[in-house]
């Protein structure tokens, strides 16, 4: 009997000493609630005051090697813009990096693969003496104009046309003089020295110019298809020609 009551005297003490709540659980979650509150730091003076807060540590002088060495922003003209003679058009040039955001690089390769997207190769050229030499994107594939018109049929102005901007005169300014008559519209170009007309202004499109095939340096051009123009009654053929009129335009 004694057994007895000294076994049924200490439960009631484990139960005090492991809570009325639920044994172990209910010290867990005691145990539980006092860490919560010690991570939330600060939640009443119940809590007891908190340990201060350990300053983070400085980034290794590695790390702001590395920081200090990144690359300055995309709009920035490279230093390379300087070395080159960009003339009247350095001022747009530079414009044009900094609207879209471009390294010189990257600004030269937007618009190398724009012609190149467009199916354009760029072809070289000149007149026979080698004064006056060109460059000129266009398609491999050229489309030639054979006019009958009073001077083309003489010279056997053959040409094919593009854009202002797709042509670019390398060398030969102040060896270039013009012929015109009549409406004075078209600028019959040649070298003053031999007398070659590689390019000109033609009447049909004054935006842009006319480009001789047959002054094209050898290796850029694929195929030829040439189509014969009614010069001769010019009026009437530009009215009638759906393409023309528009192949200087961009």
Known sequence: ????????????????????????????????RS???????????????????KPRPKPPPRAQEAAAEEPPPADTPAASVSALDLGEQRERWET?????????????????????????????????????????????DLHIFDCNCSICKKKQN???????????????????????FNTHKAQHTFCKRCGVQSFYTPRSN???????????????????????????DWERAMKEHKTIKNMSKE
């Open 206 to 232: 004054p935006g842009g110019f006319g480009i001789a095939p047959h002054c094209l340096d050898e290796g850029t051009v694929r195929s030829v298809v040439t189509e014969e123009f009614n010069g001769s």
């Open 96 to 140: 044009f990096q900094k609207r879209q955001r471009l390294s010189f690089e990257g600004a030269a390769k937007l618009l190398l693969d724009t012609f190149e997207y467009q199916g354009l190769v760029k072809h070289t050229g000149g007149c026979h003496c080698g004064a006056v030499r060109f460059e000129v994107w266009a398609s491999a």
């Open 35 to 53: 860490e919560s509150k010690t991570r939330a730091g600060g939640g009443g003076g119940a809590a007891g005051p908190q340990p201060s807060a």
């Open 158 to 180: 053959r040409h094919f046309i593009v854009p202002a901007s797709r042509f670019k005169l390398l060398k030969g300014t102040e060896s270039i003089t013009t012929y015109t």
């Open 1 to 32: 009997m004694r057994r007895t009551r000294s076994a049924v005297a200490t439960e009631p003490r484990e139960r005090r000493r492991l809570g009325a709540s639920g044994g172990l659980a209910g010290g867990e979650s005691r145990a539980r």
